[in-house]
């Protein structure tokens, strides 16, 4: 069934008023934004500068203040709508139709031949054998005996030395803490054992030990030993004071006493003083 001509004009005027209207590029990206410059600052603004006010100002973005409602000028000045950014390729192979017409195949370089390496040992061991030992001689006897190490000797010098296939490379992990022996008190116990092992292996040592015959004192070894007697005089005491016995007495028990007094006789031929206290009773 044909369609009216009148109904197919109203259905594309519809049809243009639906669609939205195609905005360029200039419109959907603004202008980029350019620095400030002295004609652009306003009384009031956030970069109003007193004295001397130079372009240069507007540049650094350590003295550039962010106005109010808008973002931080960078004070770089961008290139305009139609610069493209990046880095362009020129296409040096052809594009698609070379892709498509034919293929290009590398073409493999010409291997040069592998120089092999000089046997320094056979020609010093030649030399020396020829009784040549100055360094012109060696030099001479090298150029025209150019001695080299075979393919074969060259790759067994260089192959890795083999390795056992079950080898395990890297650091062993750290066993697992024995949580249940120190719970236990396991090495404290050992270490208790170790102590009496210690112990008895001393004793057993000392009973084995061969017992020397009566050892006999010298003159010199009893003279070491012997304590000339001293005479002890009566301490002095007041006429009045002589009854009076003491009110204090500074050890717990009589015998305590009598042992220091005993101890005090038996080094009072060798100390010093006026009191035969010692050099510390000195100032």
């Known amino acids: 069934m044909p369609v009216p001509e009148k109904s197919w004009q109203d259905f594309t005027r519809w049809k243009k008023k639906k669609q939205p209207a195609r905005r360029t590029v200039s419109q959907i990206c603004p202008p980029p934004r350019r620095p400030l410059t002295v004609a652009d600052i ?4 956030e970069n109003q500068r007193l004295g001397v006010v ?57 291997t040069c031949p592998h120089e092999l390496t000089r046997n320094y040992i056979a020609m010093n061991r030649g030399a020396v054998k020829a009784g040549l030992v100055t360094a012109r001689e060696n030099m001479l006897y090298r150029e025209l005996n150019d001695i080299r190490i075979s393919d074969q000797e060259d790759r067994r010098q260089k192959e890795p ?34 102590q009496k092992a210690t112990q008895q292996a001393i004793k057993l040592e000392k009973k084995q030990k061969v017992i020397l015959g009566k050892l006999y004192e010298t003159r010199s070894s009893q003279l070491r030993k012997y304590k000339p007697p001293v005479k002890l005089d009566t301490l002095w005491h007041m006429p009045h004071f002589q009854k009076a016995s003491s009110q204090l007495s500074t050890f717990p028990t009589e015998a305590d006493r009598q042992r220091a007094l005993k101890a005090h006789r038996e080094e009072y031929a060798v100390r010093q003083g006026p009191l035969r206290m010692g050099n510390y009773t000195h100032p």
């Not at 306003?42 to 603004?45: I, L, N, S, T, V």
């Open 42 to 45: 306003r009384p009031g603004m």
């Open 54 to 110: 130079r372009d240069s100002m507007f540049q650094n973005p350590l003295i550039v203040k962010a106005e109010l409602g808008k973002p931080r000028e960078r004070s770089c000045s961008l290139p305009g709508i139609n610069f493209n950014y990046g880095l362009y390729i020129r296409g040096i192979d052809g594009g698609v139709p070379e892709a498509i017409g034919h293929w290009n195949v590398f073409k493999q370089q010409p």
């Open 161 to 194: 030395p083999s390795v056992p296939p079950n080898v395990t490379f890297g650091i062993r992990s750290r066993p697992s803490t024995p949580f249940f022996d120190l719970l236990q008190h396991r090495y404290q116990q050992l270490w208790v054992q170790e």
